[in-house]
């Protein structure tokens, strides 16, 4: 019976992930409008974005190849199988032993490099855009990425994912100066990682802001249905490595199902708190000129590096 949990526990995890990525966007939609002044569309209007794409049919261009076809399919598993490594709920799952951080960065580089490829592959001006806007920002993202988690990594003596949960949930609630940084630094990479303000506008279809949207442009039907919903699921699944590696409090040990309900009750309230958060930053914030995008990443760096330095001197 020990050896069916986990496969439980991995199937309510993708669940989980598929259902409530939408819900966890239309919460952030819902919050902006209110703070805006502005009337709310529900909190399920994803889902109905969603289910509308699906009836439509598919328009693709004529010197459309195999890459463009494929990129939605591979991006949206890619993605699934990114929410089949965090450890969201438990860190019980069957994929733990591969569930590391330099895999789950490289994962997303694929999904990024494909559609890179994809926007660049019908040959309009604004996929070329975005294509050299999005690769711009990975260059800059992923080394302060590695090296914010590399800071946790240096504290749990580990670089897998279930390792660093459950070394932080063992040893208690510490503050650490390194953490302090680290978060810092994750904070500003999941913002440009994910398109939010002040980085990308999700929101926009306007050249001069257009990033990641004007890669998926060309797309239509259930081809963007499934861009857009994994587009939903990165931002989800950032914002559970963010709870993952600095608030794992909660997070369901092994071999026990009774603490499962009570895992999604604290990532429910966790995700609404980072939605908070990010409405926050989003309102308050505008969008920065693509030639600032270089400062603030490296902004996340220099957070990382100090937090991994301060390891090493206070630690």
């Keep these: 019976m020990n050896q ?10 993708i669940a989980i992930l598929l259902i409530a990525a939408p819900v966890f966007i239309g919460w952030i939609r819902m919050l902006k409008c209110w703070s805006q002044g502005r009337t ?19 328009v693709l261009a004529e010197n459309a190849s195999w890459i463009f076809r494929f990129t939605p399919y591979l991006v949206f598993g890619v993605t699934v199988l990114v929410g089949a490594i965090v450890p969201i709920l438990s860190v019980d799952l069957p994929l733990s032993a591969t569930a590391d951080v330099i895999v789950l960065i490289g994962l997303f580089a694929i999904a990024r490099f494909f559609t890179a490829l994809a926007g660049m592959d019908i040959g309009t001006a604004f996929g070329g855009m975005g294509s050299s806007r999005e690769m711009m920002i990975a260059s800059l ?4 990425m590695l090296m914010a988690i590399f800071t946790v990594s240096l504290v749990s003596r580990s670089t897998s994912l279930s390792q660093i949960v459950h070394v932080i949930t063992s040893k208690g609630f510490i503050l650490r100066p390194s953490i302090a940084f680290a ?18 506008n999700p929101a926009t279809h306007l050249e001069l802001t257009m990033i ?13 249905a499934l861009m857009e919903w994994a587009g939903m ?21 092994k071999d026990n199902l009774i603490y499962l309900p009570a895992a999604i009750l604290f990532l429910a ?12 930053i989003e309102t308050g914030l505008a969008k920065m000129r693509i030639f600032r995008i270089p400062e603030f990443l490296g902004s996340a760096f220099l957070f990382a590096t100090l937090g991994m330095l301060s390891y090493f001197i206070l630690e």
């Design 4 to 13: 069916i949990y986990p496969v439980i526990i991995e199937i309510l995890q």
């Design 40 to 58: 709310s569309a529900g909190i399920l209007q994803p889902y109905r974005d969603i289910a509308k794409l699906f009836t439509k049919d598919v």
């Design 141 to 144: 993202a992923e080394p302060a």
């Design 183 to 200: 978060v810092l630094a994750f904070i500003l990479i999941a913002i440009a990682e994910t398109g939010r303000i002040p980085v990308d």
């Design 212 to 224: 990641h949207e004007a890669m998926i442009l060309e797309y239509s039907g259930r081809h963007l």
């Design 233 to 253: 699921m990165k931002v989800f699944l950032f914002a559970g490595l963010g709870i993952a590696v600095f608030f794992p409090w909660g997070i369901a040990p």
């Design 269 to 280: 309230i966790k995700l609404c708190l980072a939605g908070t958060g990010l409405v926050l």
